[in-house]
Protein backbone atom coordinates (compact mmCIF):
# COMPACT_ATOMS: atom_id res chain seq x y z
CA UNK A 1 0.00 0.00 0.00
CA UNK A 2 3.04 2.01 0.63
CA UNK A 3 3.63 1.39 -2.88
CA UNK A 4 0.58 2.77 -4.14
CA UNK A 5 0.72 6.10 -1.50
CA UNK A 6 4.04 6.96 -3.06
CA UNK A 7 2.99 6.45 -6.50
CA UNK A 8 0.46 8.36 -6.19
CA UNK A 9 2.16 11.64 -4.65
CA UNK A 10 5.38 11.83 -6.83
CA UNK A 11 3.49 10.94 -10.19
CA UNK A 12 -0.03 10.85 -10.26
CA UNK A 13 -1.09 13.52 -8.33
CA UNK A 14 -2.30 16.16 -10.32
CA UNK A 15 -4.95 13.57 -12.35
CA UNK A 16 -5.64 11.85 -8.69
CA UNK A 17 -7.29 14.73 -7.88
CA UNK A 18 -9.20 15.28 -10.90
CA UNK A 19 -10.95 12.67 -10.35
CA UNK A 20 -9.13 10.71 -13.27
CA UNK A 21 -8.27 7.72 -12.16
CA UNK A 22 -10.41 5.26 -10.92
CA UNK A 23 -8.39 3.33 -7.85
CA UNK A 24 -8.80 0.40 -6.74
CA UNK A 25 -11.51 -1.50 -9.29
CA UNK A 26 -11.53 -5.57 -9.78
CA UNK A 27 -10.50 -6.59 -13.77
CA UNK A 28 -14.45 -8.25 -13.60
CA UNK A 29 -15.96 -4.40 -12.47
CA UNK A 30 -13.88 -2.93 -14.95
CA UNK A 31 -15.13 -4.84 -17.68
CA UNK A 32 -18.55 -4.58 -17.07
CA UNK A 33 -18.02 -0.54 -17.05
CA UNK A 34 -16.46 -0.69 -20.08
CA UNK A 35 -18.57 -3.36 -22.42
CA UNK A 36 -21.07 -0.97 -23.64
CA UNK A 37 -19.06 2.36 -24.03
CA UNK A 38 -17.41 3.05 -27.79
CA UNK A 39 -14.21 1.61 -28.86
CA UNK A 40 -11.35 3.38 -27.23
CA UNK A 41 -12.93 4.39 -23.86
CA UNK A 42 -10.11 3.33 -21.30
CA UNK A 43 -9.63 3.72 -17.37
CA UNK A 44 -7.09 3.91 -15.14
CA UNK A 45 -6.97 1.59 -12.22
CA UNK A 46 -4.31 0.30 -9.78
CA UNK A 47 -2.81 -2.75 -10.28
CA UNK A 48 -3.17 -5.54 -7.31
CA UNK A 49 -1.09 -8.42 -9.32
CA UNK A 50 1.74 -5.52 -9.73
CA UNK A 51 2.38 -3.60 -6.21
CA UNK A 52 2.50 -0.37 -6.34
CA UNK A 53 1.19 -0.38 -10.03
CA UNK A 54 -1.13 1.63 -12.39
CA UNK A 55 -2.58 0.46 -15.29
CA UNK A 56 -5.06 1.15 -18.22
CA UNK A 57 -7.85 -0.83 -19.88
CA UNK A 58 -9.20 0.48 -22.79
CA UNK A 59 -12.45 -1.36 -24.97
CA UNK A 60 -12.77 -2.48 -28.52
CA UNK A 61 -14.81 -4.43 -31.09
CA UNK A 62 -13.11 -7.54 -33.24
CA UNK A 63 -14.86 -7.05 -36.92
CA UNK A 64 -17.28 -9.73 -35.70
CA UNK A 65 -18.62 -7.47 -32.90
CA UNK A 66 -16.86 -9.63 -30.14
CA UNK A 67 -16.24 -7.03 -27.10
CA UNK A 68 -12.32 -7.27 -26.63
CA UNK A 69 -10.54 -5.66 -23.46
CA UNK A 70 -6.95 -4.65 -23.61
CA UNK A 71 -4.72 -4.21 -19.89
CA UNK A 72 -1.55 -3.05 -20.68
CA UNK A 73 0.87 -4.21 -18.49
CA UNK A 74 1.46 -1.89 -14.96
CA UNK A 75 3.14 1.14 -14.96
CA UNK A 76 5.06 1.63 -11.79
CA UNK A 77 7.08 4.58 -10.31
CA UNK A 78 10.43 3.26 -12.08
CA UNK A 79 9.11 3.10 -15.40
CA UNK A 80 6.82 7.06 -14.31
CA UNK A 81 10.00 8.66 -13.49
CA UNK A 82 11.07 8.70 -17.15
CA UNK A 83 7.54 9.65 -18.74
CA UNK A 84 4.86 11.20 -16.88
CA UNK A 85 1.32 9.34 -17.13
CA UNK A 86 -0.67 11.93 -18.83
CA UNK A 87 2.62 12.26 -21.67
CA UNK A 88 2.06 7.93 -21.86
CA UNK A 89 -1.41 8.45 -22.34
CA UNK A 90 -1.04 11.15 -25.04
CA UNK A 91 1.63 9.23 -26.63
CA UNK A 92 1.10 5.16 -26.60
CA UNK A 93 0.61 3.47 -29.71
CA UNK A 94 -0.42 -0.14 -30.39
CA UNK A 95 1.23 -1.98 -33.20
CA UNK A 96 -1.70 -4.55 -34.68
CA UNK A 97 -1.25 -6.95 -37.44
CA UNK A 98 -0.69 -4.10 -39.90
CA UNK A 99 1.81 -2.74 -38.70
CA UNK A 100 0.65 0.40 -38.21
CA UNK A 101 1.00 2.40 -34.78
CA UNK A 102 -2.19 4.11 -33.69
CA UNK A 103 -2.95 5.13 -30.18
CA UNK A 104 -6.29 3.10 -29.29
CA UNK A 105 -7.11 5.45 -26.52
CA UNK A 106 -9.77 7.63 -27.71
CA UNK A 107 -12.24 8.17 -24.07
CA UNK A 108 -11.42 8.30 -20.50
CA UNK A 109 -14.81 6.13 -19.28
CA UNK A 110 -17.44 7.47 -19.32
CA UNK A 111 -17.12 9.46 -22.49
CA UNK A 112 -14.25 12.64 -21.63
CA UNK A 113 -12.31 12.97 -24.76
CA UNK A 114 -8.60 11.70 -23.79
CA UNK A 115 -6.59 15.51 -24.88
CA UNK A 116 -9.89 17.29 -23.01
CA UNK A 117 -9.44 15.20 -19.55
CA UNK A 118 -5.68 15.17 -19.99
CA UNK A 119 -4.04 18.09 -22.20
CA UNK A 120 -3.82 20.39 -19.39
CA UNK A 121 -1.39 17.68 -17.46
CA UNK A 122 1.05 17.20 -20.94
CA UNK A 123 4.26 18.10 -19.80
CA UNK A 124 4.76 19.27 -23.40
CA UNK A 125 3.90 19.04 -26.77
CA UNK A 126 4.39 15.74 -28.70
CA UNK A 127 7.37 15.76 -30.79
CA UNK A 128 7.90 16.32 -34.29
CA UNK A 129 10.09 14.41 -36.14
CA UNK A 130 12.59 17.08 -37.93
CA UNK A 131 15.59 16.74 -40.55
CA UNK A 132 19.05 17.07 -39.12
CA UNK A 133 20.32 21.17 -39.65
CA UNK A 134 24.22 21.82 -40.04
CA UNK A 135 24.01 23.06 -36.75
CA UNK A 136 22.84 23.31 -33.42
CA UNK A 137 22.42 19.28 -32.92
CA UNK A 138 25.81 18.45 -34.83
CA UNK A 139 23.59 16.18 -37.52
CA UNK A 140 21.83 14.21 -34.79
CA UNK A 141 17.91 12.94 -35.82
CA UNK A 142 16.30 13.73 -32.99
CA UNK A 143 14.17 10.74 -30.71
CA UNK A 144 11.52 11.03 -28.90
CA UNK A 145 10.40 8.10 -26.44
CA UNK A 146 7.06 6.89 -27.55
CA UNK A 147 5.47 3.66 -25.56
CA UNK A 148 4.37 0.97 -27.64
CA UNK A 149 2.43 -2.51 -27.57
CA UNK A 150 2.05 -5.49 -29.58
CA UNK A 151 -1.18 -6.80 -29.70
CA UNK A 152 -1.68 -9.97 -31.00
CA UNK A 153 -4.61 -11.83 -32.32
CA UNK A 154 -4.27 -15.02 -30.76
CA UNK A 155 -3.65 -13.89 -27.37
CA UNK A 156 -5.76 -14.24 -24.22
CA UNK A 157 -5.72 -12.33 -21.09
CA UNK A 158 -5.29 -14.68 -17.95
CA UNK A 159 -6.07 -12.99 -14.65
CA UNK A 160 -5.39 -14.58 -11.11
CA UNK A 161 -8.65 -14.31 -8.33
CA UNK A 162 -6.69 -11.09 -6.53
CA UNK A 163 -7.58 -9.60 -9.39
CA UNK A 164 -10.68 -9.45 -8.70
CA UNK A 165 -10.50 -7.99 -5.21
CA UNK A 166 -11.70 -4.87 -4.40
CA UNK A 167 -10.45 -2.27 -2.17
CA UNK A 168 -10.61 -3.88 1.49
CA UNK A 169 -11.75 -1.83 3.92
CA UNK A 170 -7.72 -2.00 5.70
CA UNK A 171 -6.83 -0.09 2.61
CA UNK A 172 -8.96 2.16 2.63
CA UNK A 173 -7.92 3.15 6.12
CA UNK A 174 -4.51 3.12 5.32
CA UNK A 175 -5.14 5.75 2.23
CA UNK A 176 -7.05 7.88 4.76
CA UNK A 177 -4.37 8.01 7.22
CA UNK A 178 -2.11 8.77 4.27
CA UNK A 179 -3.98 11.16 1.86
CA UNK A 180 -5.45 14.65 2.83
CA UNK A 181 -9.33 14.84 3.32
CA UNK A 182 -9.11 16.74 0.58
CA UNK A 183 -7.42 14.64 -1.62
CA UNK A 184 -9.96 12.30 -0.88
CA UNK A 185 -12.71 14.24 -1.54
CA UNK A 186 -12.19 15.20 -4.61
CA UNK A 187 -11.44 11.85 -5.58
CA UNK A 188 -14.65 10.94 -4.32
CA UNK A 189 -16.36 13.50 -6.75
CA UNK A 190 -14.87 11.85 -9.66
CA UNK A 191 -17.47 10.12 -12.64
CA UNK A 192 -16.99 7.08 -10.91
CA UNK A 193 -18.79 7.41 -7.65
CA UNK A 194 -21.88 7.38 -8.97
CA UNK A 195 -21.36 3.54 -10.40
Not at 4 to 13: E, P, T
Not at 133 to 153: A, H, L, N, Q
Request: charged residues 25%.
Amino acid sequence: LEAILDLIKKHILPLWIDGYVMGFVSKEKERLLLKDKMPGTFLLRFSESHLGGITFTWVDHSETGEVRFHSVEPYNKGRLSALPFADILRDYKVIMAENIPENPLKYLYPDIPKDKAFGKHYSSQPCEVSRPTERGDKGYVPSVFIPISTIRSDSTELYSPSDLLPMSPSVYAVLRENLSPTTIETAMKSPYSAE
